[in-house]
């Protein structure tokens, strides 16, 4: 049983809700140049959200601005009732656990020691039983446990963000931010990624964001999708109805066509004869 599920299920007890992430008028930029605009998007606890566009749209930033990694002097970022952009680095990574596109791992480490590193937020001089677990659960859901000994130094750049991404899930977050993670994954660890990153969504009530660039992907895993377009956001909702053909065609400056069959979403660039011959 979840912690979630557990939390349901105490006698007597009334079920809390579980806090859904708002974001509020947010604004960035680097200097002079305006890279979010007014972006307001609410993922609610138990979805996988994709944050899609085409480069420089503002995905990354928006991830670590959530992340705290960069601070917006404009804009409301909230779990529920609590402010994240006012909490300390510690208190943060308690609710919010971040996957960058490179690695900030030590590659000196093993992949145990990299993964207990998520828990470093909730333990005191040394790992508790229930620390223990939580890291060996993680290891084993991304498919790590024959390999919990090798260093990272030894490791595929696909393995060690497969790492970063069990750390994140040993930190056992509210909310889970993850930057390209895909991008270093042949196609089955894609897929699985993908598979196990809604699982851990749903089951645990995380509201979980991941910037991503493949729509289709981002249309068969995620509940929710979210498209940017020079800084601004616009398309929210469930993919059958975000996805607009004339819109995304407008966003990518590719002709595209948007197919709906048996419950699945797929977007297909529009080519020209003589560019297939």
């Keep these: ?35 979010l605009r007014g972006i307001d998007l609410d993922v609610a606890a138990g979805t996988l959200c994709a944050l899609l566009g085409p480069n420089g749209s503002g995905k990354s930033t928006l991830t670590k601005i959530l992340a705290g990694v960069l601070r917006t002097r404009q804009g409301a970022v909230r779990l529920g009732d609590r402010d994240l952009l006012a909490m300390k680095p510690r208190e943060r990574a308690k609710v919010v656990a971040y996957v960058p596109q490179s690695s900030e791992v030590p590659f000196e480490l093993t992949v145990r020691e990299a993964v207990t590193l998520g828990r470093t937020p909730h333990m005191g001089m040394r790992p508790s039983a229930q620390d223990v677990a939580v890291v060996e659960d993680a290891i084993a859901r991304l498919g ?53 990153v809604r699982q ?28 940017l377009s020079g800084g601004r956001l616009v398309a929210d909702g469930p993919a059958p109805e975000a996805y607009d053909a004339e819109l995304l065609g407008e966003v990518y400056g590719l002709p595209v066509e948007v197919l709906h069959d048996a419950g699945q979403t797929q977007v297909r660039p529009v080519l020209a004869k003589d560019s297939l011959a």
């Design 1 to 35: 049983m979840t912690a979630v599920q557990e939390q349901a299920t105490t006698a007597g007890a009334a079920t809390a809700p579980i806090p859904a992430l708002s974001v509020r008028d947010v604004e960035f930029a680097y200097g002079k140049h305006q890279v």
């Design 144 to 196: 790590l446990a024959e390999l919990a000994e090798r260093r990272l130094s030894d490791m595929s750049g696909g393995q060690a963000q497969r790492v970063l991404i069990a750390r994140a899930l040993a930190q056992q977050p509210r909310v889970l931010l993850l930057d390209e993670p895909t991008s270093a994954l042949d196609l089955r660890y894609q897929v699985e990624t993908l598979q196990i």
């Design 200 to 227: 851990v969504a749903r089951e645990e009530g995380v509201a979980a964001l991941i910037a991503i660039h493949d729509l289709n992907h981002a249309a068969t895993f995620c509940q929710q999708v979210v498209l």
